[in-house]
């Protein structure tokens, strides 16, 4: 005689429980892609400038190394924490500001550094290309803060609506008074 469970399985498997939450509230999946795409021409650049031997203006060169390497590691935080649910045990509530004040900064700052390293370099081969995969990846960048800006607006309040602390409505202040409550009457 064949055994029949008597019990059924009673719990189902949550898909929302897993660890990777992308699309979700902070991330869609174009900025997933455009995430992992800076991560990876910051990483070509860093990886590319490391591997030069000599230099003639090395400030220059290790300026462009400092925003390589800040921009691939930062970034690749980022990347994990708003690609999980890590986000939520950090404490930040302001996700949406600090994505795009980091993203348009480092932007600004990898083209920068590439353009210098352009400018004044070796000349070897392997400068020059870490310095345009320097300005690829601030074109990602660049577009990062672009889609963000056309899909979700900018995320600083303008003067139209309540402004946010820490998550909740900032308290609006009433206009004063007209009358007084204990006037007296006729004048008195």
């Known amino acids: 005689m064949p055994s029949t469970e008597v019990y059924a399985a009673t719990t189902a ?7 990777f939450l992308v699309p979700s ?5 174009v900025r997933f892609i455009l995430k992992i795409t800076q991560v990876v021409l910051s990483f070509l650049a860093f990886i ?3 591997m030069v031997n000599s230099c003639i203006s090395c400030s220059v060169l290790y300026f462009f190394e400092f925003v390589s390497c800040t921009a691939f590691l930062f970034t690749l935080l980022l990347l994990v924490l ?11 509530t302001c996700w949406a500001k600090l994505d795009f004040v980091y993203t348009t900064a480092i932007a600004v700052l990898l083209l920068i550094s590439s353009i210098v390293f ?15 995969f320097g300005i690829l990846a601030s074109c990602a960048f660049g577009g990062d803060v672009f889609f963000f800006w056309r899909t979700r607006g900018l995320p600083f309040p303008d003067g ?7 998550g ?3 308290p609006v202040e009433a206009p004063p008074e007209t009358e007084k409550l204990n006037a007296v009457a006729n004048g008195e």
């Open 13 to 19: 498997p949550n898909p929302k429980s897993s660890w």
């Open 25 to 29: 509230e902070h991330l869609d999946k």
């Open 48 to 50: 590319l400038e490391e």
């Open 82 to 92: 708003l690609a999980s649910k890590l986000h939520t045990k950090v404490g930040i």
């Open 118 to 132: 352009i400018a004044d370099n070796g000349g070897s081969g392997l400068e020059i290309t870490a310095a345009v």
């Open 160 to 166: 139209g609506g309540p402004a946010h602390i820490n």
């Open 168 to 170: 909740g409505p900032v």
